[in-house]
């Protein structure tokens, strides 16, 4: 992509406004919360304690609104938190300006590598260096450095209270991923009636296992209603592909296609009842239609219409489909859950609380401390573009030269596209907003309490359509702003027309930074290809060695490697979405090639997945042949992996000949385990003639095919030359 589009793109992805769904309840409480604490502040202090105050309150209410699977009320207390701590250390540094840079440049770039643990982390701790921009306009003793840190981590206590008196929606998102995966899989049922052959996204089935995992807390009081159903998901989700497959499942046409269509259909209604019923803690309403084929499901052996592996994986079907039903039928359970020994979600998965959560943090960051690391870039951009930022602020002679650098540090992202749309979208907002406001200041004249009451409705417009996008949300901070500082004595024309020029500065110089030093993804797509190769191939040889010994151990590592391959995935996804946006171009991989050989690892991915939906279970006789090719294909994928990022064209030798001795021994393996290894290579030669077109090998390819033309017609002409003077002369007239 040139500069050009890449920045018209830019501008229009940050003033884009995207419908998404509300939350007025969530809203009121965190505005309730900032109420509170203005209201008390004004009574019982003076207005320049409520402005600082309602950092700290409004600050939290803001990071409870961050996707976390977290308790929102440990979220506000580590916002209040954090913020407190930036706060007193400002104060304390805010006197020596050498000082100050020097723990100014330190917070920042911690506050950086903070995006190592999780994207939530890295924007609330880029909160707190906002804060402490702002603490070096208030007084410096230690004593009100005290007084100030604990009037903003009150701000932090009084939204987590909040939350815990006033619950709405308890567990909501966790339902709302939950009840994603389940439609995903639905979807995908759906999909898999007309084309046999289908993708599934992964993602949602990514989410609902992020969110499955709880504190120990959490554990304790997560309802009923939210075990198990994710299990099966996964179980059916192989089943579904296996008998959608006319290779290893239902025939392409007649009687049984018929069958297999009406499966996945009634698969389709009773997940989605599944997903309604979890979604809103609900008793699952199965049509009867729906119902009815699983009877008939249940009556297939008699009936026969299915054969072979199809029959199978129908019959594995119905029961997997009537467990779902038996799960949620009972609706919601206030009630913590105690599954018995050896059934699903007897070991929930456990996240670490937040004092366990920091040793984590920390190995994530140390890790990250490589040359050619997004975060570490991102983390040195931040603390230097928040250090000249604050000089360049001081030196102008605006006031208020904090606002450039608080634009620059909550500008700033670790990729190219957002940085810059949200540059856009911030000027943008703070120019809408800073005009309605100073709009309303005219016309009202609020004093204190009035000034406070609009702050407060600003912060509730804020919240409730945060996630329509940054510059409408923006343009409410803007205005939160103003009328903030109105309350504080501050007159419009004191702060609006600098608000907006520092604002346009410090977005520039944002821009500029990551101009100067950038983390471009697309160089790194040949690594992130080679990642989800070599994740891949371990998912598809763990697969096919659990057929060579059918035991329990093969299972678990078959879901750690598929966990890893889906993983793997993500990452390429992702930077293949952040390149496609990117003003550079990879001199070794297309997005023709990048597309097809995306293509070819899925299909990679998906012939793992028909075999899987096909372990053998415990005791089963062992196939023959299957631990040779399960080896051949975890050493050829590791290698190609390795020639991949050398931008060589990977071989697939051992692949092949492992099958074609698979294939020639006198015990051939079954149908379905032939049909799978010959997909995994096909796959496989997928991936090679993509990485074999790069664009690299066909310009060398060119540059080799004109030396050949030029030396071609330099022959031709030297022949030619040479004919013309063994002719004899042409007589004259």
């Known amino acids: 992509m040139t500069w050009l589009r890449a920045l018209m793109e830019v501008v229009r ?36 304690s409520a402005a600082s105050a309602a950092f ?13 699977w977290r308790p929102r009320k440990v979220l506000a207390l580590a916002a209040g938190a954090g913020l407190a701590l930036s706060t007193f250390l400002g104060y304390v540094a805010a006197a020596h300006l050498v000082a100050f840079l020097l723990l100014l440049a330190v917070w920042a770039f911690l506050a950086g590598a903070a995006w190592a643990a999780s994207p939530t982390a890295g924007i609330v701790a880029t909160t707190t260096v906002g804060i402490m921009l702002v603490t070096v306009t208030l007084p410096t003793s230690i004593g009100e450095a005290v007084e100030h840190a604990a009037i903003i981590a009150f701000g932090g206590v009084v939204q987590a209270t909040l939350i815990l008196l006033v619950p709405i929606r308890r567990w909501g998102a966790h339902r709302d991923a939950l009840a994603d995966a389940l439609a995903a899989v639905a979807d995908y049922a759906r999909r898999l009636r007309h084309d046999p052959t289908a993708r599934f996204d992964p993602e949602p089935m990514m989410t609902a296992r992020d969110a499955a995992a709880v504190t120990p807390l959490q554990a304790r009081t997560r309802p009923a209603a939210l075990h198990g159903p994710r299990g099966l998901a996964e179980r059916i989700r192989p089943v579904l592909a296996s008998l959608a497959d006319p290779g290893v499942g239902a025939p392409a046409e007649g009687p049984e296609r018929d069958r297999a269509r009406e499966l996945l259909a009634t698969a389709a209604e009773v997940l989605d009842s599944a997903a309604r019923s979890i979604r809103r803690g609900a008793p699952a ?12 499901g249940a009556r297939e052996e008699r009936e026969e219409v299915l054969k072979g592996p199809a029959r199978a994986a129908a019959s594995r079907l119905v029961d997997l489909l009537g467990e779902v ?20 979600g007897a070991s929930p998965l456990l996240r670490p609380t937040v004092l366990r959560m920091v040793p984590t943090v920390l190995r994530s960051m140390r890790h990250e401390l490589v040359r050619d690391s997004p975060v570490l870039r991102h983390a040195v951009r931040l603390a230097v573009v928040a250090s000249l930022g604050f000089l360049l602020g001081t030196a102008l002679p605006l006031g208020h030269g904090y606002w450039v650098p608080i634009t620059s540090v909550m500008v700033l992202r670790p990729d190219f596209h957002q940085t810059y749309a949200r540059a856009v979208a911030r000027f943008a907002g703070t120019l809408i907003g800073v005009g309605l406001a100073t709009g309303v200041v005219q016309l009202l004249n ?14 509730a417009l804020l919240y409730l359509l945060m996630h329509t996008g940054y510059a409408v949300s923006q343009s409410f901070v803007a205005a939160y702003v103003v009328f903030l500082l109105g309350m504080g004595g501050e007159e419009w024309h004191q702060t609006v027309p600098d608000r907006v020029l520092l604002t346009l500065i410090g977005g520039a110089l944002a821009m500029l930074a990551y101009m100067v030093f950038p983390a471009w993804e697309t160089p790194r ?62 001199r070794g991989l297309s997005r023709s090639a990048a597309e097809d050989a995306r293509e070819a690892l899925t299909s990679l991915g998906r012939a793992a997945m028909l075999l ?29 992996a390795r020639e991949v990022r050398q931008r060589l064209t990977p071989s697939w030798d051992r692949v092949e000949e492992a099958l074609a001795a698979w294939e020639s021994a006198e015990d051939s393996p079954a149908p379905v385990v032939r049909r799978g290894a010959e997909l995994v290579l096909r796959a496989l030669e997928e991936l090679t003639t993509a990485i074999g077109t790069s664009p690299l090998e066909r310009e060398v390819a060119s540059v080799r095919q004109d030396r050949q033309d030029r030396q071609a017609r330099a022959d031709m002409e030297e022949g030619a030359r040479d004919d013309v003077s063994a002719r004899p002369p042409r007589e004259g007239i």
């Open 13 to 48: 992805s940050g003033l884009t406004i995207e419908r998404t769904r509300l939350e007025p309840l969530v809203a009121l409480r965190a505005a309730a919360g900032l109420a509170v604490v203005i209201g008390l502040s004004l009574w019982l202090s003076s207005p320049a």
């Open 56 to 68: 700290g309150a409004f600050s939290a209410g803001t990071a409870t609104f961050q996707r976390s």
């Open 285 to 296: 309403q199965v049509p009867a239609l729906a119902v009815e084929a699983l009877r008939a």
């Open 325 to 344: 039903v038996e799960t949620v039928e009972c609706g919601d359970s206030r009630a913590g859950y105690a599954p018995a020994p050896g059934k699903p």
């Open 446 to 459: 609020p004093g204190p309490y009035l000034s406070g009451g609009l702050a407060v409705s600003s912060a």
């Open 525 to 586: 797509l040949l690594d992130r290809l080679a990642d989800w190769l070599a994740a891949s191939g371990r998912y598809a040889a763990a697969v096919i060695a659990a057929y060579a010994d059918p035991a329990d151990r093969h299972r678990a590592e078959v879901r750690r490697a598929l966990l890893a391959s889906r993983a793997a995935e993500a990452a390429w996804d992702e930077a293949f979405d952040r390149a496609k946006r990117e003003p550079v171009k990879h």
């Open 612 to 640: 899987e939906a096909h372990l053998p279970a415990r005791g089963t006789r062992p196939v023959p042949g299957a631990e040779r090719f399960a080896e051949s294909l975890r050493a050829d994928t590791a290698q190609a």
